[in-house]
């Protein structure tokens, strides 16, 4: 649907913030429609009888306090409106906050334990559930991905990692993708995601005034009660623990209904907290190119529109993860891309194989570490084989060559 995407009240909402003028920001936010009677977010908890964290209850009665006053301070409807802004942007859910999800909730496992999750499942483990699942509700999880989404652009210098110790490593391979590859890639934003935007007041307060569409008072108000039960456990470090930034994607606004998501540019997104699991786990410097990489496929997919194929459903997710997998791994295996050694190749490998899942019937099945380990190998095979040496692969050739291999790929173990 094509409305004027100038003049909706989101938009022109927008458009304040970008201004910098937060007031006239919030008097836009007031225009908005109310919310229609959408369903609500389902529950991110697995109805599994008496296991479920119940959100907004907590063990201290000083932080159920804080649960009290924060539940009250909500405006009605606010699930139906957070559920929309998540409707429309649907690259903010990735295969790596399907880990984080389970890694809070651990009756939600689908599939053997892989060490990255039970990284990010200790770093929580002694925090209380009920805080944790309150978190989940209200999207803190993916605050700094919105942030980062909506307000961050690479007009401003980008750091990445918490203290930029993954900067140098991010940046250049952002550059020898871009000259790698053949699609059309100077417009697209390598941006950062921090978990220090949660402790930032005005950064907290403009995002929770635009996700919940209140006014200016009850928006302050809200971000103090978020940012006081972040203080309330210290292993949450107030919004530094890897859990808010545990997430990397690629965006595309093209196609988009919501004029505000539609008129942004395009995005990689890098999350601190998944890349400090994966040097957690050994796997510095190689892993965060991988996850670079990867994302940087999904734009070859988007220009290439290479997400339509004759599957649906688990099996089209499948598809398109697998492959860009595959053009990750093409990329850093090939002389003129990587040129990774053998060892480096194997843990750009781990990598992929620590996102494999086992939700066969999902919509957001990824592949299991077993496929997704032999796209990749699949990759290094074809970038050190090709003829001419040096040869790069038209990306959609690659890709072609990508969709006859597939059904090896996933076919089942013998
Ligand atoms: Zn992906």
């Known amino acids: 649907m094509l409305t004027d995407r100038h003049s909706s009240p989101r938009h022109r909402w927008l458009r304040a913030i970008a201004s910098g003028t937060l007031a006239a920001a919030l008097m836009a936010a007031t225009l908005f429609a109310p919310p229609s009677s959408g369903q609500a977010e389902p529950s991110p908890w697995r109805a599994v009888a008496g296991t479920d964290p119940a959100p ?3 063990a201290d009665a000083n932080t159920q306090d804080t649960l009290n006053e924060l539940k009250a301070t909500l405006p009605a409807g606010w699930q139906s409106r957070l559920a929309e802004v998540k409707a429309a942007a649907p690259s903010v859910p990735s295969e790596w906050t399907e880990i984080r999800d389970e890694a809070i909730d651990p009756s939600d496992y689908v599939c053997t334990s892989t060490a990255l999750r039970d990284w990010l499942a200790d770093r929580i483990a002694d925090v209380d559930p009920g805080v944790l699942a309150t978190l989940s509700e209200l ?10 989404l909506l307000f961050e652009t690479s007009a401003t210098p980008q750091f990445f990692g ?61 971000a103090d009660q978020i940012t006081e039960l972040l203080a309330s456990d210290p292993d949450l470090e107030k919004g530094l623990n890897p859990l808010f930034t545990f997430n990397a994607f690629a965006f595309t606004g093209e196609g988009d209904p919501d004029p505000v998501f539609s008129s942004l540019p395009d995005k990689i997104i890098m999350g601190d907290g998944i890349m400090e699991g994966m040097r957690a786990l ?130 089942p173990d013998v």
Not at 139 to 148: E, K, N, Q, R
Not at 355 to 360: H, I, Q, S, T, Y
């Open 139 to 148: 999207g803190v999880l993916d605050y700094p991905a919105f942030d980062a």
């Open 282 to 411: 050994g796997l510095r410097p190689v892993a965060p190119q991988a996850i670079l990489a990867h994302e940087f496929g999904h734009h070859i997919q988007f220009e290439g529109d290479l997400f339509d194929s004759p599957l649906t459903g688990p099996e089209a997710t499948r598809r398109t993860e697998l492959m860009a997998d595959a053009f990750s791994t093409y990329f850093l295996a090939h002389p003129r891309g990587q040129a990774m050694n053998r060892n480096r190749l194997l843990a750009a490998t781990q990598t992929f194989f620590e996102v494999g899942d086992c939700a066969f019937t999902s919509n957001n099945h990824h592949g299991t570490p077993l496929q997704r380990q032999r796209s990749a190998a699949w990759a290094a095979d074809v970038a050190n084989t090709v003829r001419p040496r040096g040869l790069v692969l038209p990306s959609l050739e690659f890709a072609e060559r990508f969709d006859a291999k597939l059904p090896e790929l996933v076919a």
């Open 162 to 222: 918490r203290d930029g110790e993954f900067s140098k490593v991010i940046k250049e391979n952002m550059l020898d993708l871009r000259r790698f590859w053949d699609i059309r890639s100077h417009d697209i934003q390598l941006v950062a995601m921090h978990g220090a935007m949660l402790q930032d007041r005005d950064r907290l307060i403009r995002l929770v005034a635009f996700l919940f569409e209140v006014d200016e008072a009850t928006a302050a108000q809200l």
């Open 56 to 58: 907004f209850t907590a």
